[in-house]
């Protein structure tokens, strides 16, 4: 990763360091440089202002939607607690802290959702596969559901892969597997947007997460392309939704919080 870049990461993790010494009752930070909460970064009514903010969030999404999450709607639909774990890096950090799962419960008003974020900066899941992490960062939390994401998996779906056999080695939770929004991706440059940033590799990764999610019977959901159709239609030019060149700010979160929103929210 590009050494700005880094540094973007690293003045992200310090001002979470910041934030669990503030609330520490809320947050955990592990011994190897990452965070594992449940709490909210941001308060309701500042995301709720957000979300007054952008345009009206409208996304092509996939038809198939939620046929491979059966448990997690049961549990939506029926009522309880449904726990998800949210594992990867700060842009996952920044997907779990627009509320987007409060959205979601307003339309299952019987189900309680939990949800759990396990991050670390510029991490994926070559990070994750090693031995200890997945215990800690995802088994020791419960999971009903784990999402896995971000926009720092070096296009390695090996890993991923190996994350969620051991994943499902010790637990029968479902997954849902996603590309990264933001990142150095600009997708007002044209219709070729992904190609131009890294030669198609985007592009090609996620038809490999898809194909590996096939092959789990996970979800899977190619958010930077629901993003990148958003942004291309909302009329605004980026930095209205982004803090730096790397990540959303609170009017970005909002997008996704309402993408996931209307994702979760089944067919009609």
Request: glycine share 8%; with cysteine; charged share 25%.
């Amino acid at each position: 990763m590009h050494r700005s870049v880094r540094r973007v990461f690293s003045r992200r993790f310090a001002s979470l360091l910041i934030a669990a010494a503030l609330a520490p009752a809320a947050w955990s930070q592990t011994d190897d440089g990452g965070y594992i909460f449940e709490g909210n970064e941001r308060k309701p009514e500042e995301m709720a202002a957000a979300r007054a903010k952008i345009p009206p969030v409208s996304v092509a999404l996939p038809t198939d939607r939620l046929k491979r999450l059966p448990a997690t709607m049961k549990k939506l639909r029926d009522g309880g607690t449904l726990r998800m774990v949210m594992l990867g890096d700060s842009i996952i950090n920044d997907t779990a802290r627009s509320c987007w799962h409060e959205l979601v419960e307003k339309h299952y008003p019987k189900c309680h959702i939990v949800r759990v974020v396990s991050v670390r900066g510029s991490t994926g899941c070559w990070f994750y596969k090693e031995p200890g992490k997945i215990d800690k960062y995802v088994l020791q939390q419960r999971p009903d559901l784990v999402i896995i994401g971000g926009i720092s998996q070096r296009h390695d779906v090996a890993s991923i892969r190996e994350c969620m056999k051991q994943i499902r080695t010790a637990s029968p939770c479902e997954f849902f597997l996603m590309t990264g929004p933001f990142g150095g991706a600009n997708p007002l440059s044209g219709e070729d947007w992904r190609k131009k940033l890294d030669g198609g590799k985007d592009e090609q990764y996620a038809a490999e997460l898809k194909s590996l999610a096939d092959a789990f019977d996970a979800e899977f959901f190619d958010m930077q392309l629901a993003w990148g159709q958003y942004l291309r239609g909302a009329g605004k030019p980026l930095d209205v939704f982004k803090r730096d060149p790397v990540h959303a700010n609170a009017e970005g979160e909002a997008v996704l919080a309402r993408i996931l929103e209307q994702y979760f929210t089944p067919p009609k």
